[in-house]
T-cell receptor, first 112, second 114 residues
């Protein structure tokens, strides 16, 4: 498809793991990113993965990449109230033309 | 250090008026991007500047939209004869265009066209 797709909403209990999924468009995309947008704040890069990797771990964050299915996921372990935000996946399709294609964003809500 | 700044933070205008939005990138960042974020939607690419190369304007939605950048510094996005569908948050980002090329985003300008 032409669009980067994400589920719009996810609710998770505090302390559980959150898994946010994304289907991107171009199997030749070089970098895939997860950005976080908190209320009233700009987007911040949370993590990224290069296309020759299938997994990347960074503290509570685990990124999984399935190039065959063009599927990217972000797992947040031990989800905390501070993780409440909108999470956007993005792909860099064309190394040399650095514009990003973003998904619609997943709003993560933490249930106390 | 200073991040990406944008002004104004909010702009309310009447349909048919022109608006100018400003972006100050991080010093030394050669690449600058403009995106649009409509309510409840993802970011939509508008335009990309890289150094002195010709900008990539492929995302501009109509000829009412234009942008300029002076060297590797300030950029302005101009929307002429604004329409209600132009209402959105306009985000600017800059990057070094190296490595994994993290884009650093400004806080955005919220444009409301009445």
């Amino acid at each position: 498809g032409e669009d980067v797709e994400q589920s719009l909403f996810l609710s998770v209990r505090e302390g559980d793991s959150s898994v946010i999924n994304c289907t991107y468009t171009d199997s030749s995309s070089t970098y895939l990113y997860w950005y976080k947008q908190e209320p009233g704040a700009g987007l911040q890069l949370l993590t990224y993965i290069f296309s020759n990797m299938d997994m990347k771990q960074d503290q509570r964050l685990t990124v999984l990449l399935n190039k065959k299915d063009k599927h990217l996921s972000l797992r947040i372990a031990d989800t905390q109230t501070g993780d409440s935000a909108i999470y956007f996946c993005a792909e860099l399709k064309d190394f040399g033309n650095e514009k990003l294609t973003f998904g619609t964003g997943t709003r993560l809500t933490i249930i106390p | 250090g200073a991040g990406v700044s944008q002004s104004p933070s909010n702009k309310v205008t009447e349909k048919g008026k022109d608006v100018e939005l400003r972006c100050d990138p991080i010093s030394g960042h050669t690449a600058l991007y403009w995106y649009r974020q409509r309510l409840g939607q993802g970011l939509e690419f508008l335009i990309y500047f890289q150094g002195n190369s010709a900008p990539d304007k492929s995302g501009l939605p109509s000829d009412r939209f234009s942008a300029e950048r002076t060297g590797e510094s300030v950029s302005t996005l101009t929307i002429q004869r604004t329409q209600q569908e132009d209402s959105a948050v306009y985000l600017c980002a800059s990057s070094t265009n190296q490595g994994y090329n993290e884009q650093f985003f400004g806080p955005g300008t919220r444009l409301t066209v009445l």
